[in-house]
């Protein structure tokens, strides 16, 4: 259960250090640039961290009272530039259908199975790789979600979700001819881009680690469990406590898979009070480094492979055809 003085306590040391973190930019830049770029990946910092509270409110899970979390949703929404109800609705077909390979495609990362990849278009397939390329996912994809891909509503989406994405449109633009004022439109601009660069690669590449990772679970759906999609198909992401402080302790995944009520300050107390938790094995943040390699998922081994696979895969092929 939430506690209010601990909800309110993390929006006090996110926020106001978030605002903060402005104006020191701002005043930064008219002395040395060299001052002004490290406030800038330290304010992404707190941008990851604020979009942790804003994920939280789409859990229902930072507030006891419904609406106190909707309004604090829609402006850590503003905020982060995702709007509330959209992406809470998006978000929560990704919890109902996360390790389901019958169920891909909303909420995920793009991911093929080897067959699929074989058996795709040429230009398919060149598409794939694109998107898989680290620089395409970690720099350039993000920099399209957060500022174009999140302006539009799905084509599914219901009247509530569809209207989210107008008012926070309309929110983000507001705050944009604010600062603009404040600070200048250029400023404004080249701080913003930079900060929400750095925390949007920083939030893709979590979300892309929680769920793509040596040993994860994937299956059909008739064969699909939700307790072992939560405990084996999200990773226990073991950060140094720093960066662990900063993503909001969003590195017990399976743990919020498994209960996403549970508020993301609660999830270390319940990651030590129960031993299943524990028997999880942990990605490192060296060892997290292996998912780079990884872009398609082998049924028949059961395991994520990288693109050498399929080379292999070929030659055993050519060997096992007769002359």
Known sequence: ?????????????????YAVLWYLIYRSMAVSYWVAVPLMVLAGGFLVRAFIIFHDCCHGSFFKSR???????????VIVLTPFYHWRWQHGLHHGHAGDLDRRGIGD????????????SRWKRFAYRLTRNPVVLFVIAPFLLFLVIHRFPLRNAANRERHSVYWTNLAILGMAAMLSCVLGFKTYLLIQLVVMSVAGSAGVWLFYVQHQFEGVYWARRDEWDFTQAALQGSSFYKLPKVLQWFTGNIGFHHIHHLDPTIPNYHLEKCYKAVPLFQSVKPVTLFSSLKSLTFRLWDEQ????VGFGYLRTLRR??????PC
């Open 301 to 304: 081994r059961q395991k994520l």
């Open 316 to 321: 055993q092929q050519r060997r096992a055809t």
């Open 109 to 120: 990362v793009w991911t093929l199975t080897v067959r699929e990849y074989l058996e795709a």
């Open 1 to 17: 259960m939430p506690r209010v003085s601990r909800s309110v306590w993390q929006v006090v040391n996110t926020f106001i250090p």
């Open 67 to 77: 609406k106190a979390t909707d309004i604090l949703g829609f402006i850590a929404g």
